[in-house]
């Protein structure tokens, strides 16, 4: 099965703040910009976050999209739109001491988006492009490889990512 995973367009948030699964816009030009350097198959599925800064992408892609939650970022709870230089350090160190299992902000933790990536992948049947975010990809990545959940949460918390803004990862 080949995948190819894009990542969304960069969105319009101020540096610095914790996002996740915040449902925001996409930044001005950034939209057309993304488009004119994809180099997709046609013919193939597509599958997408529904956020929208995913969604709007997936849909100047085709017609028959297929938006899964599944795919969404993971969701920082009362992190979400607060600056990272805001939260209290005590609440980070306790993330770094635990990344596959804390619940940031109150949120989901890591494992928890690693078993609904898992699950979504399970019913994957065939060749598709997966419009989504760093995070999404990492978990992905990490099943299309062959890893377990758990596994999964811990590779993707231990790896910075390094995926740009409308990037294409081929698996």
């Given at each position: 099965?080949?995948?190819?995973?894009?990542?969304?367009?960069?969105?319009?948030?101020?540096p610095?703040?914790?996002?996740?699964?915040?449902?925001?816009?996409?930044?001005?030009?950034?939209?057309?910009?993304?488009?004119?350097?994809l180099?997709?198959?046609?013919?193939?599925?597509?599958?997408?976050?529904?956020?929208r800064?995913?969604?709007?992408?997936?849909?100047?892609?085709?017609?028959?999209?297929?938006?899964?939650?599944?795919?969404?970022?993971?969701?920082?709870?009362?992190?979400?739109?607060?600056?990272?230089?805001?939260?209290?350090?005590?609440?980070?160190?306790?993330?770094?001491?635990?990344?596959v299992?804390?619940?940031?902000?109150?949120?989901?933790?890591?494992?928890?988006?690693?078993?609904?990536?898992?699950?979504?992948?399970?019913?994957?049947?065939?060749?598709?492009?997966?419009?989504?975010?760093?995070?999404?990809?990492?978990?992905?990545?990490?099943?299309?490889?062959?890893?377990?959940?758990?596994?999964?949460?811990?590779?993707a918390?231990?790896?910075?990512?390094?995926?740009?803004?409308?990037?294409?990862?081929?698996?």
């Amino acid at each position: 099965m080949k995948l190819l995973l894009v990542r969304h367009p960069q969105p319009l948030v101020t540096p610095g703040v914790c996002y996740g699964s915040t449902n925001l816009a996409i930044a001005p030009g950034q939209l057309e910009q993304t488009l004119a350097a994809l180099k997709l198959p046609a013919g193939l599925s597509i599958y997408s976050s529904p956020l929208r800064r995913c969604a709007e992408l997936a849909a100047r892609l085709g017609d028959n999209i297929i938006y899964d939650a599944r795919l969404a970022e993971m969701h920082f709870g009362d992190w979400e739109m607060q600056p990272w230089d805001a939260i209290p350090r005590a609440d980070i160190d306790a993330w770094a001491a635990d990344t596959v299992h804390y619940h940031p902000g109150g949120g989901e933790s890591v494992l928890q988006m690693a078993e609904r990536i898992a699950a979504f992948y399970s019913e994957l049947n065939g060749d598709a492009i997966i419009i989504c975010h760093a995070g999404t990809i990492r978990l992905l990545a990490a099943r299309h490889a062959g890893l377990a959940p758990a596994e999964m949460a811990l590779q993707a918390a231990q790896t910075a990512h390094q995926i740009p803004y409308g990037s294409t990862l081929t698996l």
